[in-house]
């Protein structure tokens, strides 16, 4: 057919320019209904970074000095690790990264001996990328603290901890230790091709050892090209406080943030605008 | 009291002190139950387990429970709803029997279909464990579960897929965009759905009318869900939100649901709620349901089950549910419950053969994460085997990049790579859809139009200038 040999080997499409709107890989073409080469080797160098930065190490005393001078803390963060001592371990038994080894354990319980209670414990958490942790940390802190010291209520905040090779219920272990009614985990998420640097909250309300997720809130991708710091900062505060009137959290305390945008969009009717359902 | 079970292999005995413990040592290795402490010590050992479980008679899961009957209400959903009479047929056998029974030319799809109600998930999991990868294959490839709710899924000779438009902020225009790519690609007979980022009533309304408009503007066979918790989604029902699939996670035992917010009888409430909407057209599956071998072991509610067992367990529930589509997310959970592409390739064959023995619709996720040890050309193989067995539907994303949930899936490419070499179409009314559309030069070699159809050039011209950020 005549046509056919005016078929180009690869065929563009059309749409391509839509990916300003997205970091997804749409328009990507394709030869016959494959990949063209460039995109598949865009795709695989991607995953190798993303392996990568799976590996990489959190800088616990940088980020302990940074945030220490970024938010005036009057004692530096405390440094904890879990019961996986490295990563290869990491991987293969979450249930060693969800606990304190024995030396982070006595070194807490020292420091809540004042028996002091505190309205909410900040526990950061490598997680599955340092990267995010060293990136958005301090932002993400300095939004919130902001939040925090500006309210009527007169917030007791808990020392701040770094924890190595730890997963998201260590943060319960560290709350109650803590004496803390609040906890909130900030931990790396794990790393997506276009995203190695997403960071993830999760609060629980008394917390204690041994609960499930069905206890936590999460806000997800927090970082400089996904939700922003002060947003993230914003949203959790209203969760905080939401979960200390109600004292729950988890699925009983649902997520009211973003209430306003049913409102703002005239409720269940009206048209949600976008290109595809424009006239 | 709980029987135990010994042989005796050269001078060696062994002893296995539960049926669960026998389940366990009888799974084809994987981290997950390494992780639990329940792997066989030793290949020996795994082999023996198979051999004396292929010796214990089917009825046996009948009368031993592995998680007791008080504590566990799946385990009552089980054994309440066990239908004798779709059993008789093979109620003589033992489970090395069944195998050999399920690959027989007495087991057709007829034959399957009516004993189907007969055949436990503890059943299906322990003759699956004695079985190799082909005979997953070949047998789950004989049994057909179809579904339907504005399309027919699951009929043979068609793989559907699930359009995923996944978005880090929600942005609507970012959604709309990977929509707009899936459907030029083919994708979405399954169901368009969406992983919100914000996971409240609020945003999940919002994404709910955006897909809905799509669907009336286009007039697609298709239906939509977002995939927030099932409370959420029965709160955007009383809000009047258009509402097609009811989406929830679910596990195979009481404790891992309840560790994820919901019992047996959310479910109940949520299927009647959004059939009491009437949205679908030609059938009245409403339920999407996701599960994945680990979750039970993740939520610390496995009961020292293997985590296979405990996945088919989940298929109990879902069957329970007349759901539209039932999704194991094989290999999302990362390598800590399966290690690398071999252990994901084997749990997804797994998954799909005891599904489909069950009666349960199901497609797969063929997926992995940055930290497992697994890449692009062991979910090519995944992909091509289970387009062989004929999985209902698997996902489709673009360039296999999940931008929102930081893992990798198949594509929408990808698909049609499996469409092409297996020969496999879309659902019948969705390829209707896809000719009317000018979307295909020629659905029948799977030849995409080289030229941008009509419909969705106008709706490109509706393009803002600038991008928008945030919603």
């Known amino acids: 057919m005549a046509h056919d040999e005016l078929s180009p080997i690869v065929v563009e499409n059309a749409w391509e320019r839509l990916n300003t709107f997205t970091d997804a890989r749409i328009g990507l073409g394709r030869a016959g209904v494959s990949l063209p080469t460039s995109k598949l080797l865009a795709f695989q160098l991607a995953h190798a970074q993303a392996q990568d930065a799976v590996h990489c190490p959190l800088e616990v005393e940088k980020l302990a000095n940074e945030l220490t001078k970024a938010l005036t803390l009057s004692e530096a963060p405390i440094s904890l690790h879990s019961h996986a001592q490295d990563r290869a371990l990491y991987l293969q038994r979450p249930d060693y990264g969800r606990r304190l080894d024995d030396k982070s354990r006595e070194q807490l319980q020292q420091a809540a001996a004042s028996q002091q209670r505190y309205d909410l414990a900040v526990v950061i958490v490598d997680g599955l990328s340092a990267l995010a942790v060293q990136q958005n940390s301090t932002p993400f802190l300095r939004a919130l603290y902001q939040i925090l010291s500006s309210d009527a209520y007169d917030w007791q905040l808990a020392p701040l901890t770094i924890v190595e090779q730890g997963r998201v219920a260590i943060g319960d272990e560290i709350g109650a230790l803590l004496n803390a009614d609040a906890v909130l985990v900030m931990i790396g998420e794990r790393p997506g091709l276009s995203s190695p640097d997403s960071l993830g909250l999760y609060m629980t309300w008394a917390p204690e050892p041994g609960l499930k997720d069905d206890r936590r809130n999460c806000i997800s991708n927090v970082r400089p090209a996904g939700l922003q710091v002060e947003e993230a900062a914003r949203r959790f505060f209203l969760l905080l406080k939401e979960a200390r009137q109600l004292k729950v959290s988890g699925v009983k305390l649902k997520d009211r943030s973003e209430d306003n945008v049913l409102e703002g969009e005239s409720g269940t009717t009206g048209s949600i605008s976008n290109f595809l359902v424009a006239d | ?471």
Not at chain 2, 251 to 267: C, I, K
Not at chain 2, 278 to 299: D, P, W
Not at chain 2, 346 to 356: I, S, T, V, Y
Request: glycine share 8%; net charge negative.
């Open chain 2, 1 to 471: 009291m709980a029987k135990t079970y010994h042989t005796t292999v050269g001078a060696r005995s062994y002893r296995f002190a539960s049926l669960a413990e026998l389940m366990a040592k009888a799974s084809p290795p994987r981290s997950g139950d390494r992780l639990a402490g329940v792997i066989a010590e030793s290949a020996e050992e795994r082999v023996v387990a198979q051999m004396v479980l292929a010796e214990l008679p089917l009825t046996t899961f009948l009368n031993e429970a592995l998680i007791p009957y008080e504590e566990d209400e799946i385990t009552r959903l089980i054994m309440d709803d066990h239908d004798a009479a779709a059993f008789v047929p093979i109620r003589h056998l033992t489970v090395g029997d069944f195998r050999n029974w399920l690959l027989s030319d007495h087991a057709t799809s007829e034959v399957l279909t009516s004993v189907r109600m007969g055949i436990t998930p503890e059943m299906a999991a322990a003759v699956s464990k004695l079985m190799r990868n082909q005979d997953l294959i070949l047998v789950a490839k004989k049994c057909q579960v179809t579904t339907a709710f504005r399309n027919t899924i699951g009929l043979p000779g068609r793989l559907s897929t699930r359009l995923q438009p996944n978005h880090p902020t929600d942005d609507v225009t970012g959604i709309a965009a990977s929509i707009l790519d899936g459907l030029l690609y083919g994708s979405g007979d399954a169901v368009i759905g969406i992983n919100p980022a914000t996971d409240n009533v609020a945003q999940s309304v919002k994404l709910m009318r955006l897909m809905d408009e799509v669907i009336q503007k286009y007039q697609i066979p298709t239906q939509s869900c977002v995939l927030t918790h099932v409370t959420n989604t029965l709160e955007a029902i009383e809000l009047g939100a258009p509402v097609d699939l009811v989406f929830q996670s679910i596990g195979g035992t009481e404790a891992t649901n309840r560790s994820f917010g919901f019992d047996l009888s959310t479910l109940a409430e949520a299927e009647a709620a959004a059939q009491s909407l009437k949205r679908g057209t030609v059938g009245r599956n409403v339920m999407y349901f996701e599960t994945g071998q680990g979750s039970s072991l993740s939520a610390d509610a496995h009961h020292g089950l293997d985590q296979q067992t405990c996945e088919a367990r989940a298929y109990a529930v879902a069957r329970k549910f007349n759901p539209l589509l039932v999704n194991t997310v094989v290999g999302f959970i990362g390598p800590e419950y399966l290690f690398d592409g071999k252990e994901i390739t084997r749990a997804g064959l797994e998954d799909h053969f005891c599904g489909k023995l069950l009666g349960v619709p199901m497609g797969c996720d063929v997926c992995y994460t940055n930290h497992a040890e697994a890449d692009q050309n062991d979910m090519d193989n995944l992909l091509t085997l289970l387009g062989v067995a004929g999985c209902n539907f698997i996902m489709g994303i673009p360039g296999s990049d999940d931008i929102m949930l930081n893992y990798q899936t198949t594509s929408f490419h990808d698909a049609l790579y499996a469409r092409r070499v297996l020969g496999l179409k879309a659902a019948p009314e969705f390829e209707r859809w896809l000719e009317e559309m000018q979307i295909f030069q020629d659905i029948s070699t799977h030849r995409l139009n080289d030229q941008l159809p009509a419909a969705f050039a106008n709706s490109l011209r509706h393009l803002p200038k600038e991008p928008r950020h945030g919603t």
